[in-house]
Nanobody, 120 residues
Framework: QVQLVESGGGLVQPGGSLRLSCTAS????????MGWYRQAPGKERELVAS???????NYADSVKGRFTISRDNAKSTVWLQMNSLKPEDTGIYYC??????????????WGQGTQVTVSS
């Protein structure tokens, strides 16, 4: 089973940027879709962005134009570039292997998460 390790979280001021990384223990080739989720305190985990093995991306409305998901299959790594951060972006961010089925995004493997805090 693939292991996912996230890094890059931290404390940032509103308007700042962070880049999260997720490295997989096994090869994530063109047949593997990946996603970034987040969970704010007291809220359910939500999908932030997804990317197919061929690079097609999709974003939650709340982060469109601010976040960018990308990947390098050769490095088995997925990134989430987060710009113009807002306090409401605060939460634990999780990387996941996902299945894209009929328009639904279904996570199958999770990383341990990395904390992102946006505060002045």
């Amino acid at each position: 089973q693939v292991q996912l390790v996230e890094s890059g979280g931290g404390l940032v001021q509103p308007g700042g940027s962070l880049r999260l990384s997720c490295t997989a223990s096994l090869s994530i080739g063109s047949g593997t879709a990946m996603g970034w989720y987040r969970q704010a305190p007291g809220k359910e985990r939500e999908l932030v962005a997804s990317i197919t093995g061929y690079g097609t991306t999709n974003y939650a409305d709340s982060v469109k134009g601010r976040f960018t998901i990308s990947r390098d299959n050769a490095k088995s790594t997925v990134w989430l570039q987060m710009n113009s951060l807002k306090p409401e972006d605060t939460g634990i961010y999780y990387c996941a292997v996902v299945n894209l089925v009929g328009g639904n995004v279904i996570p199958t493997n999770w990383g341990q998460g990395t904390q992102v805090t946006v505060s002045s």
